[in-house]
């Protein structure tokens, strides 16, 4: 038996280690679960969901980076009937926990999701995505704004019930981020899920023309780190006691004990899943060893712990 308590706690709910897929890396984990059981890792994040079945933004719509990637996805996924049919069954099969991501082009949908949701068996928590960079129109950033971050998460709020921890994922993309975490923690949020993407462009300099058809992006991968870390730290420093899933191009146990430290209570693997598709389970059993080396007995201490003494 190991000798670190690895497990975590997001509001209410306890996951049985701190590594999470990221949203929209690994669909609903289907593809995930030939290369390690699910049950390996603390939870699946699914693809943001919405109401209806949409088939997303024209191709090509990825590019490389340095040190990461551009992704103009532009919410792809089956809708939230198709999802409730197939996806969650299927997972709950599989006995994974599950964190469900949601997003809407209003207010008003957030809500009709919230309340699809409110009573389906098999979920741990509900991601409530307030910052996909590739929508239409940047007015349905909700995280790029406090009142309007306020208005979903009170939606979803309501309309969830009492039970389900809420995780509000917020942009990057903001003069303060402390003052939307604040806003969003105000409306009954539970915890935060930072950061989403930031937005980005690249131009193919043979053609002369945007490589994305969407023209403009979000860029993940291990360029943006230093930038979760910082806005991790910043959250943290100011909300010490509400959690945060933490992502931002981690693709080693080194890398989430990075985002930990800074004050992350679980940590997403996302894009080193496309390199490599055992990215999440490898990253799971390097941190229990770094934890185990460094001398923790209980995971839970190493959080925020280079906000201690200073
Ligand atoms: O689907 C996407 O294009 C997408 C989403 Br919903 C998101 O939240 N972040 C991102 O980089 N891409």
Redesign the pocket.
Known sequence: MSALDFSTKIGSKRFSNPIFTA??CASSGQELSQFFPLTEIGAIVTK?IMVKART?RATPRMAETPSGML??????GPGIDTFLEKDIPWLVEQQAKVIVSI?GESVDEYGVLARRLRSVPGISALEV?I????VENRGQVFACNPDTATAVIEAVRRNIGGELPIVAKLSPDVTDIVEIAGAVINAGADGLALI??LLGMVIDTNTMKPKLAGKTG?L?GPAIRPVAVRIIYQVHQAFPNTPIVGMGGVASGRDALELILAGASAVSVGTATFGNPKAAFDIKNQLEMLLLEKGFTDFRDAIGFAHRGI
């Open positions: 949203s929209g943001s997303g992704n103009s996805i532009g919410l792809q997003a995505n910052s996909c960079p590739n989403n993407t979000g993940s």
